[in-house]
T-cell receptor, first 113, second 114 residues
Framework: DQQVKQNSPSLSVQEGRISILNCDYTNSMFDYFLWYKKYPAEGPTFLISISSIKDKNEDGRFTVFLNKSAKHLSLHIVPSQPGDSAVYFCAASASGSARQLTFGSGTQLTVLP | EAQVTQNPRYLITVTGKKLTVTCSQNMNHEYMSWYRQDPGLGLRQIYYSMNVEVTDKGDVPEGYKVSRKEKRNFPLILESPSPNQTSLYFC?????????????FGQGTRLTVV
């Protein structure tokens, strides 16, 4: 049973528009959430994170929103650029857990020029 | 340059032939782990290590072994590989197992077992 779910395997967006990637989780013990970006033939790289004490975290063009009551988070990319085309993984962690990250299945974002 | 290095990048092997995938990090990180990535399933943790000589099972440990004799190295061992272990493998390290610590990933090892 997947505790972190990304229900959209793929998303296509026009360059300059907003990309919204969604993630749902079921484990109420999760209190820290991260997004990783992965290009082909490379390992995932950290993008942005948010603690459960916040509902929003912003870093340049990337903003992550957390809705704890809905157990839902989203990543907004504004404006989207062709270089943003990659697979995005949502991940979650529970403080006190040594097993660190639980990942979603990923969403392939394609930004069209 | 801070990095996590895996070798080999690509490997094709036959069922039952023991193999080892190496992982090394140069950041003096305490925490290291192995993941496998499969279509539709994302990354699933195989084993992790909180420090030298301290290892434990992740979500999908069956068919794998690990060791952590030195801080920088964390090899993944498949004693008798089977076709269902065909996958893309990633090694990761982080400064600690703390929940807010960023993990750094290697470039991946694509393993095919025939």
């Amino acid at each position: 049973d997947q505790q972190v779910k990304q229900n959209s395997p793929s998303l296509s967006v026009q360059e300059g528009r907003i990309s919204i990637l969604n993630c749902d989780y079921t484990n109420s013990m999760f209190d820290y959430f991260l997004w990783y970006k992965k290009y082909p033939a490379e390992g995932p790289t950290f993008l942005i994170s948010i603690s459960s004490i916040k509902d929003k975290n912003e870093d340049g063009r990337f903003t992550v929103f957390l809705n704890k009551s809905a157990k839902h988070l989203s990543l907004h990319i504004v404006p989207s650029q062709p270089g943003d085309s990659a697979v995005y993984f949502c991940a979650a962690s529970a403080s006190g857990s040594a097993r660190q990250l639980t990942f979603g299945s990923g969403t392939q974002l394609t930004v069209l020029p | 340059e801070a990095q996590v290095t895996q070798n080999p990048r690509y490997l094709i092997t036959v069922t039952g032939k023991k193999l080892t995938v190496t992982c090394s990090q140069n950041m003096n990180h305490e925490y290291m782990s192995w993941y496998r990535q499969d279509p539709g399933l994302g990354l699933r943790q195989i084993y992790y290590s909180m420090n030298v000589e301290v290892t434990d099972k992740g979500d999908v440990p069956e068919g794998y072994k690990v060791s952590r004799k030195e801080k920088r190295n964390f090899p993944l061992i498949l004693e008798s590989p089977s076709p269902n272990q065909t996958s893309l493998y990633f090694c990761a390290s982080s400064l600690s197992s703390s929940w807010d610590t960023e993990a750094f990933f290697g470039q991946g090892t694509r393993l095919t077992v025939v």
